[in-house]
């Protein structure tokens, strides 16, 4: 072949390329959220002259055009996959580590915010005549380190989560997840493999240390029929791009209590405690009370006179909740970034006898949403 | 705007190519005029003006001194107003802050006085010397007057080489500015070395600068060693990618830029290393301090002055700061000691002898280079010097990086290219190439997009 045809190949591919991304930028339409990834997508940056004159303006339209970019899973995962080939770890936010496990980078550790949020925590409290728990949960990549391959940072969630406990306070009881779970000796069965979140078995140690601290009964874990339903990929999953990556199974830890949930998403009652329908969907985790609502409420015929609960909490609950049901004549479950009603009034109207605030350490420290704790 | 960002790849390359192409000849410098001037803008948009200005005085200056010399009157005052004008912009944007913190740290009735806070203008290093270059060379007779305003422009600002060299002199593109040619071959290589810069800069340097971010303040020495290799190799992937992708960009409007680096650390000695790192900066220097002052050719005395002057300023054209001075004036220390008597010893020792001398050297300097703070670069000297365990995270991490440091110490040197050419021409050799420089491609898009650690050193100075 001669030198011009191959210049003229490399001319085409080159601005071809170019023209391409230019065209599909234009022309696709932009999402607002990824469902892959459970995140927001950055917004096209305000044309303000204050925001264009500081700079501001175009660092953020670099972070919306990498957020927006057309096929954005497939360059993700091609990055990915050649970090991990060349040594290193998948991206800066999801780690690999062994048994095909990723997991979250350590979450961002900051004093003020921890000042911050358990200030309104204490304010709370109290506010309410009711014994206020508190449960922030490690995350995954701290209960692993040991097993991360490769490239990391240190996690620091013990020393997080104990500053937290001691700046909360007028707490009844402050419970001990992080040894709960380095102690299991099901250590591996704490976390999917490709979420975030907790795992059934996960939520169902952390209920027992629950109750255990409340010294109320509850079930004992051969007291549950568990349903296996495959397919499932986590968020980590979706972030990290490794396609070749297997699925996992959710679990659904039935018995024959005959629960019912109302959220005032639908404001129907729905009989049992999974929502089945959502195990069709990409996000499987929100088999468990139907995802994130504003507010929550499971019945329990069978416990009558066992006392209500009001848990304010993240997405953590969502299965914790499942568990929890089974001790409590009623669960009510609030999400303070849809919840924005005054909770101490609900508190007292609705007559509960325990509240149980319950976090994930990431999103308790990112979490901007506490001062709706009121 | 970052070569290595998503915006100028998808939107400013395409758009601005496809003005510049459809535009007939005569207006394609006002089209790269006006394009540079958005380049310039897009960060800072308040500092557009200080392009526009610094265009206008050395254009007038030139003009004036061209006039008077037609009329056979000195033109020499001129100069000095031109020079000491441009010399005021950098003075006053880069070192401006830098003096009075200093001042205040020695006078005390300084005190109460409020050191302005100002952000340094993107590349305004890069432009002003530039624009003296061709002050000089205008004065000294070496190239023609530019009479035309957006010529000129285009010439300071011109986008490819505006925010991080190389520093074009006036006297090497002044024919291109008014006729160049466009054509296929240069733009097919101008590709290949855009793709090729890319990549040393996405691939190669942010990773190293991620490696030393991570381990620069862990203790043992092997993590010291690692740290500051890592670093060195960051900052010549950095700055050769920059290069690479400014030439490569110049040349797909057909434009020449001479070669800014060749392969400095395979010197042999720190004279050497002076002749291929960052080789448009050390012209310059020569060009327009070293041999005005009188060079070489006024006695051994007088050239070490002239070194120490030199170098001290190569140093603080780096930045306002203590350390790019000190750094500046080990140079000069090292090239005194090699031009009266180190060189000659040198040539008697074995190749590899003087390859680690020099290595070492450089490296050393890096720290130098790197420290703005006297204790810590103190602190890290030791470290390097005192036998002591590194951590297994560290070393754990360092593994991590081998496979990328390995291909960034050899890609480091001239072994590739020499291989490469070897290899006989061929369909077959270019379809590869042509398919490697795809891969390389994909992979930078794809690095991008994941949105890791992307800053350019450069940008500072």
């Not at chain 1, 936010?93 to 979250?104: C, F, G, P, S």
């Not at chain 2, 002003?128 to 205008?138: P, R």
């Not at chain 2, 680096?261 to 327009?288: A, C, G, Q, V």
């Amino acid at each position: 072949m001669k030198s011009k045809k191959i210049n003229i190949i490399s001319l085409v591919l080159f601005l071809g390329f170019l023209a391409v991304m230019f065209v599909l930028y234009i022309v696709l339409p932009k999402n607002d959220f990824s469902e892959r990834e459970k995140r927001y997508l950055a917004d096209f940056p305000a044309t303000t002259w204050e925001n264009i004159s500081s700079g501001k303006f175009s660092e953020d339209l670099e972070t919306y055009l990498a957020d927006t970019i057309p096929r954005r899973d497939f360059f993700v995962g091609v990055s990915s996959y050649y970090n991990l080939i060349s040594g290193r770890q998948v991206t800066k936010d999801i780690y690999v580590a062994e048994n095909n496990r990723l997991v979250e980078a350590p979450p961002a550790y900051s004093d003020a915010a921890i000042k911050k949020n358990t200030s309104y925590i204490s304010a709370f409290a109290e506010k309410v005549d009711i014994p206020v728990d508190i449960m922030v949960v490690p995350s995954a990549g701290y209960i692993y380190e040991d097993s991360i391959k490769g490239l990391k940072n240190d996690y620091t969630d013990n020393e997080a989560i104990k500053s937290i406990y001691s700046s909360a306070k007028g707490m009844d009881n402050y419970i001990d997840i992080c040894s709960a779970f380095e102690e299991n000796e099901n250590k591996e069965s704490l976390y999917y493999l490709t979420d975030h979140h907790w795992t059934s078995f996960g939520a169902y140690t952390a209920y027992a240390e629950y109750m255990n601290t409340l010294d109320k009964p509850y079930p004992a874990q051969n007291e549950f029929s568990i349903e296996k339903h495959s397919g499932f990929y986590g968020s980590n999953h979706s972030r990290a791009g490794l396609w070749l990556y297997p699925s996992e199974d959710v679990e659904l830890w039935k018995n024959n209590t005959p629960f019912t949930v109302v959220t005032d998403t639908d404001k129907k009652v729905h009989n049992g405690l999974f929502y089945e329908e959502k195990l069709e969907e990409l996000d499987k985790y929100t088999v468990y009370l139907g995802g994130n609502h504003a507010k929550v409420s499971i019945d329990n015929p069978e416990a009558k006179g066992q006392g209500k609960l009001l848990v304010i909490r993240d997405s953590y609950a969502n299965c914790l909740g499942t568990f929890l049901a089974n001790s409590f004549e009623n669960v009510t479950l609030v999400d303070l970034r849809y919840y924005h009603d005054s909770v101490s009034e609900l508190a007292s109207e609705g007559g509960f006898t325990n509240i149980l605030i319950c976090y994930s350490l990431s999103n308790f420290m990112s979490d901007a949403n506490f001062p709706w704790l009121k | 705007m970052l070569f290595s960002s998503n915006v100028f790849l998808y939107f400013y390359l395409p758009v601005v190519l496809l003005l510049y192409y459809i535009s007939p000849r005569q207006i394609r410098n006002f089209v790269l005029f006006a394009v540079s001037l958005f380049f310039y803008g897009w960060g800072e948009p308040v500092y557009l003006f200080l392009m526009v200005f610094t265009v206008l005085i050395n254009y007038v200056c030139a003009f004036i001194i061209d006039s008077r010399r037609k009329k056979e009157k000195s033109t020499k005052s001129t100069l000095v107003i031109g020079v000491v004008l441009n010399l005021l912009l950098l003075g006053y944007f880069k070192y401006a802050t830098f003096f009075l913190e200093s001042l205040q740290s020695i006078l005390p009735f300084m005190k109460d006085f409020d050191v302005p806070e100002i952000t340094l203008p993107i590349g305004i290093s890069f432009y002003v010397f530039q624009s003296m270059s061709y002050l000089i060379d205008v004065y000294r007779d070496d190239a023609p007057v530019q009479k035309n305003p957006i010529t000129f422009g285009t010439y300071v600002a011109l986008f490819p080489q505006l925010i991080a060299g190389p520093i074009v002199r006036y006297t090497d593109v002044a024919r291109q500015l008014s006729e160049r040619k466009e054509n296929l071959d240069d733009f097919a290589s101008g590709i290949k070395m855009f793709i090729i810069g890319l990549a040393k800069k996405i691939l190669i340097a942010n990773q190293m600068g991620a490696l030393w971010e991570t381990i620069k303040s862990a203790d043992g020495t092997v993590a010291a060693w690692v740290g500051i290799a890592a670093y060195s190799l960051q900052l010549y992937f950095d700055f050769s990618g920059y290069s690479d992708m400014a030439i490569g960009l110049g040349r797909m409007f057909g434009f020449e830029f001479l070669i800014n680096f060749n392969y400095p650390y395979i010197s042999n000695s720190i004279t050497d290393f002076w002749r291929r790192w960052h080789m448009s900066l050390s012209t310059w220097f020569k060009e327009y301090v070293y041999i005005p002052l009188g060079g070489n050719r006024k006695g051994i005395k007088r050239q070490i002055i002239n070194l120490l002057i030199v170098w001290a300023l190569t140093g603080f054209w780096h930045g306002a700061s203590w350390n790019f001075l000190f750094w500046g004036i080990y140079y000069s220390i090292l090239l005194i000691i090699e031009k009266t008597f180190l060189l000659k010893v040198l040539d008697k020792l074995p190749k590899f002898v003087r390859h680690i001398y020099t290595i070492i050297i450089v490296i050393l300097g890096w720290a130098l280079f790197y420290f703005v703070d006297t204790a810590e670069l103190w602190e890290f000297i030791k470290k390097l010097f005192t036998p002591a365990a590194t951590s297994s995270a560290d070393i754990n991490t360092i593994l991590a990086y081998v496979p990328l440091l390995v291909v960034a110490a050899v890609a480091s040197t001239p072994l590739g290219a020499r291989l490469y050419n070897k290899v006989k021409e061929s369909t077959a050799k270019k379809v590869v190439t042509l398919a490697g420089l795809a891969v390389m491609m994909l992979l930078c898009v794809c690095t991008l997009v994941s949105q890791s650690y992307n800053p350019f050193i450069y940008f500072r100075f």
